[in-house]
């Protein structure tokens, strides 16, 4: 059968916290005098909590400027404002089609796993009540390299016991759809803006994810 594993990307897969970590980045920017706004937000998705910081501070003309315990204190102090606003999610907040998908895959034996960035996964899959769901959701202070690097991936893998072609990763984000691809597994792309490598399969939305449209376009390839 295949495929034998599905890896959910986080934000932008499963649910949408961007509002939060946008809100939570402005209000930083706005304690260090830092200008911050919604195109230079974009620049952050998928991207790690330290090199966000630099990003803003790059895009200030600050690189460089601050010491390695203030960026520390700078990118605590933005996950502490972050962690505020998760308190509002709640399993109303799982983006569309997610639920039944979830569903399929459990009732059809297949193993579930997240791969996210965010050293805060487990507190939000709790909050949308569905961390049950998932076999395994990777630690992300264990891993060393970030997508595009696949090691997210292949160590879900790892802990789920199953050979990364026979596992199906979905993300939103550009580095992520590289990850994938790199460690040799199926790519489901959700709204993925693709400047280099294309997902095997593409949707706009997922409202539109189901098994067998994913076990569809496995055969295709």
Known sequence: MWPQAVIFDLDGVLTDTAACHYEAWKQMAQRENLYFDRSMNQQLKGVSRMHSLEIIL???????????????????WKNEAYQRLLKDLTRQD???????????????????????????????????????????????????????????????????????????GIEDAQA???????????????????????PDLELTSTAELTLERIVRGGRDE
């Open 94 to 168: 799982i983006l569309p089609g997610i639920a039944a998908f979830l569903d399929q895959l459990q009732n059809a034996g297949i193993k579930m796993a997240v791969a996210s960035a965010s050293e805060n996964a487990d507190t939000v899959l709790e909050r949308l009540e569905i961390r049950n769901r998932f076999d395994y959701v990777a630690r992300a202070k264990e891993i060393k390299r970030r997508k595009p690097y696949p090691e997210i991936f292949l160590t879900c893998a790892g802990h789920l016991g199953i050979l990364p072609k026979q596992c199906v």
């Open 58 to 76: 790059r895009e200030n003309g600050r690189e460089g400027t601050y010491t390695p315990d203030k960026m520390a204190f700078l990118a605590g």
């Open 176 to 198: 992520g759809i590289e990850a994938i691809k790199a460690g040799r597994m199926f790519a489901v792309g959700i709204g993925v803006e693709v400047r280099t490598v294309r």
